[in-house]
Nanobody, 129 residues
Framework: QVQLVESGGGLVQAGGSLTLSCAASGRSFSSYAMGWFRQAPGKERDFIAT????????YYADSPKGRFTISRDNAKNTVYLQMNSLKPEDTAVYYC??????????????????????WGRGTQVTVSS
């Protein structure tokens, strides 16, 4: 079992930045691929980024690519999402998730939320125009 708790959300103006954190507890955090997803009201949960267990491989959805950066610190059992140049359309609840190693492998990654086994409760990000 892995428990995940997101933090760092809030209200920010367009063009601003936020860094989300996801603290993990439980077994073998460093063996999991870690992903970030987001869900806007009335929409499906969308993939943002994923990172391999050692941090050597990262993958991004097209939309936030170049603006968002995923990273992890296994010594702190924490994964981060640095978000820059935020836009009103980035407004959503942001979730972190833990999945099997192949979800951020050398040759591919998982963008389907069903591939991930453990989820946090989410943190709200609101970007005002």
């Amino acid at each position: 079992q892995v428990q995940l708790v997101e933090s760092g959300g809030g209200l920010v103006q367009a063009g601003g930045s936020l860094t989300l954190s996801c603290a993990a507890s439980g077994r073998s955090f460093s063996s999991y691929a870690m992903g970030w997803f987001r869900q806007a009201p009335g929409k499906e949960r969308d993939f943002i980024a994923t990172i391999s267990w050692a941090g050597g491989s990262t993958y991004y959805a097209d939309s936030p690519k170049g603006r968002f950066t995923i990273s992890r610190d296994n010594a702190k059992n924490t994964v981060y999402l640095q978000m820059n140049s935020l836009k009103p359309e980035d407004t959503a609840v942001y979730y972190c998730a833990a999945g099997p190693a192949y979800c951020a492998g050398t040759y591919g990654y998982c963008s389907d939320s069903h591939e991930y086994n453990y989820w946090g409760r989410g943190t709200q990000v609101t970007v005002s125009s």
